[in-house]
């Protein structure tokens, strides 16, 4: 399988609103793909950002031969 392969699964995206000492913010994560997460201004940046974040992730994962969990 290729990267655009794994981006159509149906991976679950957790997205949380946080208001911290650092501001107010979105941080998004898959929940199949540890470490695999990011944060944005408004939801629909912290999607895109998130989708970019699995991209690279899942390009890292393929380019070194490891495993990928698949969508739950």
């Known amino acids: 399988m290729e990267v ?3 981006m159509k ?3 679950t ?7 911290d000492e650092s ?11 540890d470490g ?4 944005g201004a ?3 940046e912290v999607y895109q ?6 991209e690279g992730y899942l390009e890292v994962k393929l380019e070194n031969n490891l495993p990928i969990q698949l969508a739950l």
């Open 23 to 33: 501001g107010h913010y979105f941080y998004g994560r898959i929940l199949e793909l």
């Open 42 to 44: 408004t939801l629909e």
């Open 13 to 19: 995206r957790m997205v949380q609103e946080v208001d």
């Open 49 to 54: 950002s998130l989708n970019e974040a699995m």
């Open 4 to 6: 655009k392969d794994y």
């Open 9 to 11: 699964l149906p991976y």
């Open 36 to 39: 695999c997460q990011s944060t």
